[in-house]
């Protein structure tokens, strides 16, 4: 089986692995990078008015022959791992023929991306799979496996072909709500894995001061039954651990989460999935209606939702009425600013920035400052930490461990044995 990672093999995003046995060739994952070749923030905008052979001829999309529209089909499959850009945000640009498999999670998160978001990734053939579930792919027969991640629905990959196995972490971690995720997996590993393509995020990263989602939790409730004010929560709608880690934090201290249009939306659809995800219709929940997500909302077919949500409404008044017993989820955001604006007082009010701190622009700090806002850094890794990734290590024994998402791929054989080490588009014999 040859084997190809064209993207990340000394980086964290643009993820993109080919598997090829002569006959079938399948793609994991096709991320947008995080980074440039500076590693300056990767600026989208260099997609704009680039044809596929432009972006191709300036390193931008990983060059595949057979992938993009355009050309004469050549890849089988895609198979995606999770629902963040750095895995999946290419795939708009690929032939539309070719079927991208994913999870019923994954699926969601991505339409809803494609509602609010303008760089709509747009998939025209999707299949959703069930993990542990074998796919069969021409020579190939690809598993996915449920894995504990910040992203929902999350999935790592054992592809077997040619007689050999690969074991494809994808994203993951053992520190967040699904652990128990990470622990079967140590528990019955998949067996006779040749290559383990391995994550390692926090490779050269502190792990921080909260270990897991429960600590996440606990500080929480501390800080919410201590406020005088309102609290902000800054944490993205696709987090669900991290919502629901809100979420039983907010019911634990005793007050009202308020949750904008988005995130009450996506709630709802993934309710399909799990039926323990906090809805707009539970006691501790309010929905505030910004306009803008009114407006997307009332431009889609999902219309009714509107009026389906309102009973759960909250307005203005109410919220600086109520404002001691009040925890609103927010982004930092033109919406996060107009809404300072319209609240009175806001002495004792807090800031608990729960996502990764490296997103905190001088303009966010500028304005907590204007409006005498404290700040408070509540956050831990959708990553797996270094013990986490040596125990899965241990658990699968492969026959080689190659770093994948990961800027100090260099480090791996300080912590695994026999590590493999990659380039970026190397064809690679398994
Ligand atoms: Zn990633």
Sequence with gaps: MKLVIHRGTKEIGGSCVELDTGSTRILLDLGMPL?????????????????IAELIHCHILPEVSGLYEGQRRGIDAVFLSHAHQDHYGFLRYINPEIPVYMSPGVRILIEISDIFIPTKVNLRNITTFEMRKPIPMGEFVVTPYLVDHSGFDAAAFLIEGDGKKV??????RAHGRKKILYEKMIADPPQGVDCLLLEGSMLGRENGQYRDEKAIEERMVSLFKAKENIAFVFCSSQNIDRIVS?????????KLLVIDLYTAYILDKLSTISKHLPQFNWDEIRVKYFRHHADV???????????????SKIE????NDNKKNIVMLMRDNSIFRACLRNLNNLDGAMAVYSMWEGYVTGKFRDVLAEYQISYEYVHTSG???????QGLTRAINP????????????????????????????????
């Design 167 to 172: 074991f494809y972490s994808g994203d993951f």
């Design 399 to 430: 026959g080689c461990v190659i770093p994948i998402h990961t800027f100090h791929p260099q480090d791996y054989p300080s912590f695994f044995t026999n590590v493999r080490l990659a380039e970026d588009g190397e064809e690679i014999h398994v």
């Design 297 to 311: 909302l009332a431009s889609t077919k999902q219309k009714g939702l509107l009026y389906k949500y309102k009973e």
């Design 316 to 319: 203005i008044t109410e919220i």
């Design 383 to 389: 990553h797996a930490v270094i013990g986490d990734l």
């Design 35 to 51: 980074v440039d070749e500076k590693r300056e923030p990767f600026d989208s905008n260099k997609l704009k008015n680039k044809s």
């Design 246 to 254: 809100i979420y039983r934090a907010v019911k634990r201290s005793g």
